[in-house]
């Protein structure tokens, strides 16, 4: 099966380089139509350009396709409206958008300020945020869209040194959640893409030999595959140097405990019980988990000689 994106308009966000380049490389290789956008700063966030945006689109005009650039900072949400403006003005549609631009600023989190802490937060969070607000309602009318959040091991897993970024990519796992359930009935699918690649965000993390290994191009052929017509949905996808594999959030069954005995010894006790993860399983929604611990007191109750 051959995933084309003909006659679909895709924003990418960070796209001058790394993992967005490629991301917006290929989704015009493809047949989409594509918004190079790119504030153009440096690595920390510092700094703005819009050279390696227009590169990027000069690349795609080469091979026959059709892009615009525009330099609009994600975090700030005035900038973005105007981006998502300039495309309905131009091809007057957005079918995806992929979440990807991103910082960062490494530190332990004692020597961490927080005007660094919150840097990180604006761009990665509230920058998805504003860039998905904005293209939100066209989705819904148009009663389609795909969107894919960017996350990270780092917030899944922790990682030395960054608190900020994983605090940040965590975030955004539940903004997907959340707006899985509020999509659904207008045919929007959201998902992430947890990516490992040799950029400039992690060239100083790993070997040069290592970096090459991890070459953007991996991930993006695993991305492609969450914002097409057939995307899954609510899926996490971790991709880096030809591996690919899902992660999910899952919860165990747990244990019930009445009321007359419910004390941090007796949940000790029961430990055993409420990590059990036989019969685990991942809830669709919130309110899930309230309903299963529902359920477990009516069982007890029903239970008890009347």
Same mark, same amino acid.
């Given at each position: 099966?051959? =995933?084309?994106?003909?006659?679909?308009?895709?924003?990418?966000?960070?796209?001058?380089?790394?993992?967005?380049?490629?991301?917006?490389?290929?989704?015009?290789?493809?047949?989409?139509?594509?918004?190079?956008?790119?504030?153009?700063?440096?690595?920390?966030?510092?700094?703005?350009?819009? %050279?390696?945006?227009?590169?990027?689109?000069?690349?795609?005009?080469?091979?026959?396709?059709?892009?615009?650039?525009?330099?609009?900072?994600?975090?700030?949400?005035?900038?973005?409206?105007?981006?998502?403006?300039?495309?309905?003005?131009?091809?007057?549609?957005?079918?995806?958008?992929?979440?990807?631009?991103? =910082?960062?600023?490494?530190?332990?989190?004692?020597?961490?300020?927080?005007?660094?802490?919150?840097?990180?937060?604006?761009?990665?969070?509230?920058?998805?945020?504003?860039?998905?607000?904005?293209?939100?309602?066209?989705?819904?009318?148009?009663?389609?869209?795909?969107?894919?959040?960017?996350?990270?091991?780092?917030?899944?897993?922790?990682?030395?040194?960054?608190?900020?970024?994983?605090?940040?990519?965590?975030?955004?796992?539940?903004?997907?959640?959340?707006?899985?359930?509020?999509?659904?009935?207008?045919?929007?699918?959201?998902?992430?893409?947890?990516?490992?690649?040799?950029?400039?965000?992690?060239?100083?993390?790993?070997?040069?030999?290592?970096?090459?290994?991890? %070459?953007?191009?991996?991930?993006?052929?695993?991305?492609?595959?969450?914002?097409?017509?057939?995307?899954?949905?609510?899926?996490?996808?971790?991709?880096?140097?030809?591996?690919?594999?899902?992660?999910?959030?899952?919860?165990?069954?747990?244990?019930? =405990?009445?009321?007359?005995?419910?004390?941090?010894?007796?949940?000790?006790?029961?430990?055993?019980?409420?990590?059990?993860?036989?019969?685990?399983?991942?809830?669709?929604?919130?309110?899930?988990?309230?309903?299963?611990?529902?359920?477990?007191?009516?069982?007890?109750?029903?239970?008890?000689?009347?």
């Amino acid at each position: 099966m051959t =995933i084309s994106f003909a006659g679909k308009v895709a924003i990418v966000t960070g796209a001058g380089n790394g993992l967005g380049r490629s991301h917006a490389l290929e989704l015009a290789r493809r047949g989409a139509k594509v918004v190079v956008n790119d504030l153009g700063g440096a690595r920390d966030g510092s700094g703005a350009s819009s %050279a390696a945006s227009q590169e990027v689109v000069q690349l795609i005009e080469a091979m026959g396709g059709e892009a615009i650039s525009h330099g609009a900072n994600v975090a700030h949400f005035d900038q973005v409206q105007d981006m998502v403006q300039q495309t309905m003005d131009k091809w007057g549609c957005v079918d995806i958008l992929i979440n990807n631009a991103g =910082i960062l600023r490494d530190k332990s989190f004692s020597k961490m300020t927080l005007d660094d802490f919150k840097l990180v937060m604006d761009v990665h969070v509230m920058g998805s945020v504003n860039c998905t607000k904005a293209v939100w309602d066209i989705m819904k009318q148009q009663n389609y869209g795909r969107i894919v959040m960017t996350t990270s091991s780092s917030g899944m897993y922790g990682n030395f040194g960054q608190a900020n970024y994983g605090a940040a990519k965590m975030a955004l796992i539940g903004l997907m959640n959340t707006l899985v359930l509020e999509g659904a009935k207008n045919n929007i699918h959201i998902n992430a893409l947890a990516p490992t690649a040799g950029t400039r965000m992690t060239e100083d993390l790993m070997p040069e030999e290592i970096v090459k290994a991890f %070459a953007p191009e991996a991930v993006t052929a695993g991305m492609l595959t969450l914002c097409d017509d057939d995307a899954p949905n609510r899926f996490i996808l971790c991709a880096g140097a030809g591996g690919y594999s899902s992660a999910s959030i899952f919860e165990t069954d747990g244990c019930f =405990i009445p009321s007359a005995k419910q004390s941090p010894e007796t949940v000790r006790e029961h430990w055993d019980q409420l990590t059990d993860q036989h019969n685990q399983k991942a809830l669709v929604s919130g309110s899930q988990q309230g309903e299963k611990f529902v359920m477990k007191a009516m069982a007890f109750m029903k239970s008890q000689p009347r």
